[in-house]
Nanobody, 126 residues
Framework: QVQLVESGGGLVQAGDSLRLSCAAS????????MAWFRQAPGKEREFVAAITWSGTNTKYLDFVKGRFTISRDNAKNTVYLQMNSLESADTAAYYC???????????????????WGQGTQVTVSS
């Protein structure tokens, strides 16, 4: 089992930045492929960003490319999502996800992930 706890969400204005954190426990963090998804009210959950176990490969939703950066600190068992130049369209609940996966191919589908956090709300006012 893997437990994931997100933090860092909040209410910000358009153009501001936030950094989300996801702390993992219960399994060797280094074996985990990590991702962020988000879900806005009335919409389906969508992929935002993911990073392979080594941190070598990352992938992003086109809409956030150049604004968001996913990273991981294996010493702290934590994955981060740095979000810059936030827009109202980024308003959503953000979820951290994990799966034990040694592949260097980035997983972008929610069904590929076995473990999920409870989510943290990000609200961007325009």
């Amino acid at each position: 089992q893997v437990q994931l706890v997100e933090s860092g969400g909040g209410l910000v204005q358009a153009g501001d930045s936030l950094r989300l954190s996801c702390a993992a426990s219960g399994r060797t963090f280094r074996s985990l492929h990590m991702a962020w998804f988000r879900q806005a009210p009335g919409k389906e959950r969508e992929f935002v960003a993911a990073i392979t176990w080594s941190g070598t490969n990352t992938k992003y939703l086109d809409f956030v490319k150049g604004r968001f950066t996913i990273s991981r600190d294996n010493a702290k068992n934590t994955v981060y999502l740095q979000m810059n130049s936030l827009e109202s369209a980024d308003t959503a609940a953000y979820y951290c996800a994990a799966v034990t996966r040694w592949s260097t191919i980035v997983a972008t589908k929610s069904q590929e992930y076995d473990y999920w956090g409870q989510g943290t709300q990000v609200t961007v006012s325009s």
